[in-house]
């Protein structure tokens, strides 16, 4: 079976991104936005999770019952409860997960919006959309400057501040509730020195390596739509086929017939 350009980029993207999160700087950061993630799932509650991104579970510390992992081919699914596809066509009704988190991967995607539209439309009404994202003015992206750095992860793609995010999140009808930064270093070190940690988290200034946005839909909105279709249990194998059930403001480009197998079986 051939594998479609696309998907084959994604691949190797996730490949690349796992690399560099088990790298000591890629480990560093991960304990600090972990450290920052904790405090938000303490109050998260749900059925259903999703997570978008290149490296391991990020947010596994949080109390839903059935979180879901991603990737894009079925080799590096790494786990029972994987949600295959391109994150761009979610194979998902609308409305149906407590929580979205989408972890450094609107820097990379092939089409991030997209990527976010498809985001925002799984994402109960109550539920929450979290997106980590790198800082462009940051000590962590000095490197970006140097020659040769864009091409490699973490310093490549198309980095955006929570402002153009913003703008991003009203299109599809989300709101930011509160934004987070983290990974405080200087220039030169890894993440990791509790004292300029303590110190950036307690002002929340804008100097972290990365920031963590809290989304939730817009509530005059959220009445509006009414009941929508959700499961009351956890799911899994033929529950998650290739087709799509409901119907999306952004209908996706049918994907390509060899690829339609989206999840492993959830035991």
Known sequence: M?????????????????????????????QAERACLGPVCERLFGVHSLELGLGGAL???????HPMAWAPTRELADQPATLVCSPDTLPLPDACLSLVV?????????????????????TRDDGRLIIFGWMPLSAGGLPRMLPGRRRRLPWRGQWRTPVRLRDWLAFVDFEIERVDYCGFHLPGTLPGNAALETLGRRHNLPL???????????????????ARLGFA?????????????G??????????PNDQKRVTEVD
């Open 233 to 245: 249990s956890p799911f899994g194998g033929s529950a998650l086929g290739a087709t799509r059930l």
């Open 102 to 122: 989408i972890h450094h991967l609107l820097e990379v995607a092939p089409d991030p919006h997209r990527t976010l539209q498809e985001a925002a439309r799984v």
């Open 247 to 256: 119907q999306s403001r952004f209908p996706p480009e049918p994907y390509p």
């Open 2 to 30: 051939s594998i479609s350009p696309p998907v084959s980029s994604l691949a190797a993207l996730v490949r690349e991104g796992r690399r560099f999160w088990t790298t000591p700087g890629g480990q560093a950061v991960r």
């Open 208 to 226: 972290g390596d990365s920031f963590m946005i809290q989304a939730t839909r817009r509530p005059q909105l959220a009445q509006s739509q009414g």
């Open 59 to 65: 947010a596994d510390m949080c109390p839903v019952r």
